[in-house]
């Protein structure tokens, strides 16, 4: 079976997506769409496909998938046409930047012959899939993990300091964070949040205390005008004496007590497609869609971390807390 796709976006995350999917057998790239003609001409040249003009006009062609690769306040529309057609969805995250949005997203991929995936690659990065695996073999007992995922700025590029394209901060790289520890960890059960606009319009800091169904509590930092030192993000996981760290996607190191050898993971010599997960989702997803397979990150996960930022958002600026999961 050929897998036949269409990408709209052509901006960073379109172009990531497309140079993955050439590389595919069972894939054929056959159209882009872009906001910006030029953007989708580029990329459509680089990887032998074409330009259509709209949405409506790609699915036309009859496309089995639809890569949404826009900002992340602009993905709603496409999400919700092509599920209604029947066309398989991989959605860049987030879902929606609103929890009526999500809610639609979800209403709509529940009633949809087409398959949904969301793209939280930060749980398919080797690092993050190492960890997994030790929790979830009983290696590692987590009973308290801290976590931090920072930015230098949100100016570079401009638009991550717009929210009327990005939603807010906890919708860039934060909410990664946000899906990778429930993907780790479990339910959320209880969350206390601090935050700020330190140098920015928007919230731009914030400290965030989890408790999880399990037991296992959380903490994370995340901050838009921190430094760009290296790790700007991180994770400890800490058990009985055990203890994982992960420096970014680039390393991770365990050991299994006191006293005991350390043993680390280095990728920083694998390309960043397959470093950081997009290679491992990309597969998935095609997998899915060829094999008839159930998402690997389906509409639920998408709209429990949605409703969690909109929970942190509404306490935001001030000391709150409240029950996790809605």
């Not at 695996?133 to 930015?151: A, E, M, Q, T, Y």
């Not at 140098?199 to 760009?228: K, M, Q, V």
Request: with cysteine; aromatic share 10%; proline share 5%.
């Amino acid at each position: 079976m050929t897998v036949r796709v269409g990408i709209i976006g052509a901006g960073h995350m379109g172009r990531t997506h497309a140079r993955i999917l050439v590389q595919d057998k069972r894939v054929e790239v056959v159209g882009i769409v872009d906001i910006v003609p030029q953007n989708a001409i580029r990329l459509a040249d680089e990887i032998g496909s074409r330009t259509w003009p709209s949405l409506d006009a790609l699915l036309n062609e009859r496309i089995d998938a639809l890569y949404v690769t826009t900002p992340n306040t602009l993905h709603r529309e496409p999400v919700l046409k092509a599920l209604d057609a029947g066309v398989h969805v991989f959605s860049e995250k987030p879902m929606a930047t609103t929890l009526a949005e999500a809610a639609e997203v979800l209403h709509a991929a529940r009633r949809s012959k087409g398959i949904y995936q969301l793209g939280f690659n930060y749980r398919f990065a080797p690092v993050h899939q190492f960890a997994k695996k030790l929790i979830d073999n009983g290696s590692l007992r987590p009973f308290h993990v801290h976590i931090k995922d920072n930015r230098g700025e949100l100016i570079d590029p401009p638009w991550v300091g717009n929210p009327k394209l990005t939603g807010g901060y906890l919708y860039e790289s934060t909410i990664h964070t946000l899906d990778l520890i429930q993907y780790l960890l479990g339910e959320i059960k209880t969350y206390k949040v601090v935050s700020r606009s330190n140098l920015y319009p928007e919230l731009d800091d914030f400290a965030l205390l989890f408790e999880f169904s399990n037991g296992s509590i959380a903490t994370l930092d995340s901050c838009a005008h921190a430094s760009w030192l290296y790790p700007a993000g991180a994770i400890e996981i800490f058990g009985d004496h055990a203890t994982l760290l992960t420096e970014e996607m680039d390393r991770v190191r365990y050991t299994t007590g006191l006293g005991q050898e350390v043993i680390t993971h280095d990728y920083t010599q694998y390309p960043q497609p397959y470093r950081w997960g997009y290679v491992e989702e990309d597969r998935l997803f095609i997998d899915a869609v060829v094999e008839g397979k159930p998402s690997v990150v389906p509409a639920e996960d998408g709209y429990r971390v949605t409703e969690i930022i909109d929970a942190l958002y509404r306490d935001g600026g001030q000391a709150g807390e409240g029950s996790g999961n809605g």
